[in-house]
């Protein structure tokens, strides 16, 4: 079905965006403030659900590359759950995807969960069992934590300072954590699924210096306040840990 741009969004849409970016958290409610003041100016390159806001009369930009996700959530419904993602912004547009597909099994109820709404110390939103916190400061001497779950296999780090919780692409940082370990071996430094299977393995001051890494790279927590990493105590490790995998 053709759609007519610019539109103002969907009763569904306001209230699925408006669940996903909370407003008692200043990161999520710079963005939510957007959904109420800019209108659906297009299609995304994502295809159905895919749209952008932005302020009417601009000309959406769908070829720069995608930015990071701002947040995540899923409503589970009888048998159809439905995923809400929100980038963050890019100059003036503001893109998201609501997107329902069929569901494996039957809710008893309707369920919904957002990482938007975690905090160190609690649950994962998704599986309700308590993730590996991984705590760091800044130089600013605010926290920043990672979450490492290993049952439902994602990572996220949490902000203290906007309240945002940004999902960490499990790939990526697995990488950053061999460079960081000195492991080469392939059996290993090839298998990110085994940061969720041998999760004793990866001591806290590890997982930190990969993360400070990788955020070099792909920005999760801004450059004004950087995340400190600990002190390498450890360089024989790399080797131990390929031995051990032996």
């Known amino acids: 079905m053709s759609e007519s741009f610019p539109r103002k969004l969907t009763d569904r849409e ?29 299609r995304g390159r994502r295809g159905d659900g895919n749209y952008i806001l932005a302020p009417e009369g601009t000309v959406v930009d769908v070829v720069s590359p995608l930015p990071q996700v701002l947040a995540y959530g899923v409503v589970e419904t009888g048998t159809i759950s439905t995923s809400v993602t929100v980038r963050e912004r890019m100059d003036v547009q503001l893109e998201f995807e609501i997107v329902d597909n069929p569901a494996f099994g039957t809710a008893a109820e309707p369920r919904r969960w957002s990482y938007s709404t975690w905090l160190p110390s609690s649950v994962c939103p998704q599986c309700g069992r308590f993730p590996r916190d991984v705590r760091m400061s800044t130089e600013g001497n605010r926290l920043v934590v990672l979450a490492i779950c290993m049952y439902d296999r994602r990572l996220w780090v949490f902000d203290d300072r906007s309240g945002v919780n940004h999902p960490v692409p499990v790939t990526n940082f697995y990488s950053e954590l061999m460079s960081q370990t000195g492991v080469r071996d392939p059996r290993v430094a090839l298998r990110p699924e085994l940061l969720f299977e041998q999760m004793s393995a990866h001591a806290d001051d590890d997982l930190a210096r990969a993360f400070v890494s990788y955020n070099t790279r792909h920005a999760k927590i801004p450059a004004d306040d950087p995340v400190l990493a600990p002190e390498s105590r450890r360089p024989l490790f790399g080797r131990l840990f390929s031995l051990f995998y032996h």
């Open 14 to 42: 306001m209230d699925l965006l408006s669940w996903v970016l909370p407003e008692d958290r200043p990161g999520y409610a710079a963005a939510r403030m957007l959904t109420r003041s800019w209108s659906v100016a297009a």
